[in-house]
């Protein structure tokens, strides 16, 4: 049920091509770049998923890749939910893998191309079964915690999402081991982030913009409640818009929650309530926004406190609570059976019923997500920046994060230079949410887009090259181009040289430190692989036994 339903989904992507829907970016060969490891100057939100995705492409084409990792996504997302529900009926265990894997939340997020955010999102029922093993004291359960956590950490929010499910399931008396495990897991960007030249604080107008709202005629809590309520109301499927949706969701509550009661005798009280806690702590910080004086706490936390801008786009903590409620939904469902003579119809229902109310995740969102290839321009623009020994680094015209190409679709997409260019890639860090611009957080694009308007001297900032993007909302003034020397020109890029000598691009965190973290974390990862893979206990004693025979 788990593959069938992935293919449901990711129909028009699994065609050759890329599916490129606002942040999801995959390109044919992703170079590593300093920003992939944190050691740019712009904020490590994608550190160390662009590193991985470096290494991936580097073996196999990037199409390949996204294909692999979108279906794993939805497939292990599904699987994992069901194989933890404590039934014998597989029947109940495809009711909670369907809940949680036809969820608004993976819909929403998906359709916004947050890919990485939902390799997290799938590996969460997977860290839950771990971390309730390790609360067991069962062997190798550790090293299936940190298994399970990895894929998830390759994001600063997935990895907060991981690794504090993992703390509050495996309990109090692993705290001390948990935690220490969890921060070390998230190294990779967390060093980054504290040895960032300028800190990590963000722009409070981003608070508003970025907050849960309301899909229909109840409140932004029942959106929530039902796993989602994302922002952008773009990349929310009209399904949701329903007036039958605020119901289903309060009916799925009541079920939910007669579940929970039978998960709590199986499971026992302390993990039950713990998981479903952390869920409604979610829940809390998603809304915290929307209520009266929640505005005004986070403005001043993002504004204060480093980090804290973590805290935007508060909806995405709802996985928490995606978990619980998708359990919950399939015990209810059994523990209703129990009544019923036509049992098989009543878990018919429940299976589908989340497919029902929201058909238009299904053939990519109705085609919202579809597979098209990249034009030839970007692979000759890359090949002649890597041959050439020009120094410095790219800036992208227009100036904007976002583009909207014809051969796309005119689908709005993440600019792909960043991820497709040798060098490293300026590109706008302002993001404009329903026409109002939310200020960036790296100082040197703001002094590169002043020198842009003055049209002064590039080079000055480290820049070498200026890539012009054709045919995608943004104007790129003459003057500007004037000062530059043209390289080369194709229907939807041209390149131009920056005259002169070329400044050193600001530096960014020191490099020793993390690319210490950075192997620290690996070999972690690769010991717990091999903990699980080759049995301690079966190695020495066949050690022990070769050196007795020596």
Same mark, same amino acid.
């Given at each position: ?13 699994? !065609?050759?091509?890329?599916?490129? #829907? ?14 992939? %490891? ?23 084409? $990037? ?8 279906? @794993? ?18 029947? /109940? ?44 004291? &069962? ?25 504090? @499910? ?5 309990? !109090?008396?692993?705290?001390? =081991?948990?935690? *220490?495990?969890? =921060? ?13 030249? $300028? ?32 922002w952008n109301a773009e990349v929310t ?6 007036? /039958? ?7 799925? @509550? ?18 039950? @309530? ?31 406190? *480093? ?19 998708s359990i919950g939904i399939a015990l ?12 098989? %119809? ?18 990519? $969102? ?36 976002f583009r909207q190409f014809p051969w #796309? ?20 860090? /302002?993001?404009?949410? #329903? ?12 002094? =590169?887009?002043?020198?842009? &308007?003055? #049209? ?52 960014? *965190?020191?490099?020793?430190? =993390? ?16 903990? %699980? ?18």
């Amino acid at each position: 049920m788990s593959a069938v339903l992935a293919f449901i989904v990711l129909g028009p992507i699994l !065609k050759p091509g890329f599916a490129l #829907n606002y942040d999801m970016v995959f390109t044919p060969r992703q170079p590593l770049v300093p920003d992939a %490891l944190g050691l740019g100057t712009s904020v490590a939100r994608s550190v160390p998923a662009d590193a991985v995705m470096s290494a991936l492409t580097t073996i196999i084409p $990037g199409d390949i890749v996204q294909k692999f990792v979108l279906f @794993l996504i939805i497939f292990m997302a599904c699987w994992g939910a069901g194989r933890l529900v404590p039934t014998e009926s597989e029947a /109940v265990r495809v009711v909670a893998a369907v809940w949680y894997g036809w969820s608004a939340y993976l819909a929403e997020r998906l359709l916004m191309g947050h890919w990485a955010l939902l390799v997290a999102y799938a590996c969460l029922p997977w860290i839950a079964s771990a971390a309730l093993a390790m609360r067991r004291n &069962e062997k190798k359960a550790f090293a299936k915690v940190i298994v399970a956590c990895a894929p998830a950490c390759i994001t600063p929010t997935g990895g907060l999402l991981a690794v504090v @499910l993992a703390i509050v399931c495996a309990g !109090k008396q692993a705290l001390v =081991i948990t935690i *220490p495990t969890g =921060i070390l897991l998230n190294l990779p960007w967390i060093l980054p982030s504290l040895l960032r030249p $300028g800190g990590t604080l963000s722009s409070p107008d981003g608070i508003a913009a970025f907050a849960a709202r309301d899909e229909n005629w109840a409140t932004p809590v029942i959106s929530v409640l039902g796993t989602g309520g994302i922002w952008n109301a773009e990349v929310t499927p009209a399904s949701r818009s329903m007036p /039958v949706i605020p119901i289903l969701i309060l009916f799925s @509550l009541v079920v939910a929650f007669i579940g929970l009661r039978s998960l709590a005798a199986r499971w026992g009280l302390a993990p039950t @309530l713990s998981l479903v806690l952390l869920g409604a702590a979610g829940v809390v910080l998603a809304v915290f926004t929307t209520v009266p004086g929640g505005d005004d706490v986070m403005r001043w936390a993002v504004t204060n406190i *480093p980090g804290a801008g973590l805290l935007r786009d508060s909806q995405k903590w709802v996985a928490w609570w995606a978990l619980p409620l998708s359990i919950g939904i399939a015990l209810g469902v059994q523990a209703a059976t129990k009544y019923l003579s036509n049992r098989v %119809l009543l878990i018919a229902v429940a299976t589908f019923l989340p497919i029902l109310a929201m058909p238009d995740l299904a053939w990519g $969102g109705f085609k919202q997500l579809e597979a098209v290839r990249y034009p030839i321009d970007w692979i000759t623009v890359s090949e002649l920046i890597a041959e050439d020994r020009q120094s410095g680094d790219v800036l992208t015209l227009p100036m904007s994060s976002f583009r909207q190409f014809p051969w #796309n679709g005119n689908r709005t997409q993440l600019d792909p230079a960043p991820r497709i260019l040798p060098r490293t890639t300026v590109i706008d860090d /302002v993001v404009a949410v #329903n026409g109002r611009p939310i200020a960036g957080e790296d100082p040197r694009v703001e002094q =590169i887009r002043q020198t842009v &308007e003055d #049209n002064g001297n590039l080079a000055m900032h480290g820049i070498g090259w200026v890539l012009v993007e054709h045919r995608t909302p943004g104007a790129v003034q003459q003057a500007t181009l004037d000062r530059l020397e043209h390289e080369w020109s194709g229907q939807w890029l041209s390149l131009y040289r920056v005259p002169g000598m070329i400044a050193r691009p600001p530096a960014g *965190p020191p490099s020793l430190p =993390i690319l210490a973290a950075d192997s620290v974390v690996l070999t972690v990862i690769l010991g717990a692989l091999l903990w %699980l893979v080759l049995p301690a206990g079966r190695f020495i004693m066949r050690s022990r036994s070769r050196t007795t025979k020596e």
